[in-house]
């Protein structure tokens, strides 16, 4: 009876070998990668990058997607989440950005800091997860 069950049990086995190394191999990837940068820039503009390689190369990402002669980054993010937010009814004006461990901490952060600094109508303009955020 030993006989008929050897096949599937090494079959087993293999399979299991091939998954654990195929997680270990997503594992080393994410955390290779892992950085990400917020730009923003006037009346709403703004450039997100994430899953970098390092902080600079995600800078200089965020950076060239973001529009306008203002645009400057205001956070970077290892393992982390990032939002943004504006008023819907004037981006020009209330706007606010969070950074945390997770992303509706960081959601809820910037709406929050929208609101308080005057926003009637705060929406979420960008958001990002880097790697394990």
Request: charged share 20%; hydrophobic share 45%.
């Given at each position: 009876?030993?006989?008929?069950?050897?096949?599937?049990?090494?079959?087993?086995?293999?399979?299991?070998?091939?998954?654990?190394?195929?997680?270990?191999?997503?594992?080393?990837?994410?955390?290779?990668?892992?950085?990400?940068?917020?730009?923003?820039?006037?009346?709403?503009?703004?450039?997100?990058?994430?899953?970098?390689?390092?902080?600079?190369?995600?800078?200089?990402?965020?950076?060239?997607?973001?529009?306008?002669?203002?645009?400057?980054?205001?956070?970077?993010?290892?393992?982390?989440?990032a939002a943004f937010a504006v008023d819907f009814t004037n981006p020009c004006a209330a706007h606010c950005w969070a950074k945390g461990p997770r992303l509706g901490r960081s959601?809820?952060?910037?709406?929050?800091?929208?609101?308080?600094?005057?926003?009637?109508?705060?929406?979420?303009?960008?958001?990002?997860?880097?790697?394990?955020?």
């Amino acid at each position: 009876m030993t006989d008929i069950y050897t096949p599937v049990v090494r079959a087993l086995v293999v399979a299991s070998l091939m998954l654990a190394t195929a997680t270990l191999m997503m594992v080393t990837v994410s955390a290779a990668r892992a950085a990400g940068a917020l730009a923003i820039g006037a009346c709403g503009a703004f450039g997100e990058a994430f899953d970098f390689g390092s902080v600079e190369q995600a800078t200089q990402s965020a950076l060239s997607k973001c529009q306008g002669d203002s645009c400057r980054v205001v956070t970077t993010a290892r393992r982390g989440c990032a939002a943004f937010a504006v008023d819907f009814t004037n981006p020009c004006a209330a706007h606010c950005w969070a950074k945390g461990p997770r992303l509706g901490r960081s959601q809820n952060e910037a709406l929050e800091a929208c609101y308080r600094d005057g926003g009637k109508e705060c929406v979420i303009r960008t958001f990002f997860c880097d790697a394990k955020g």
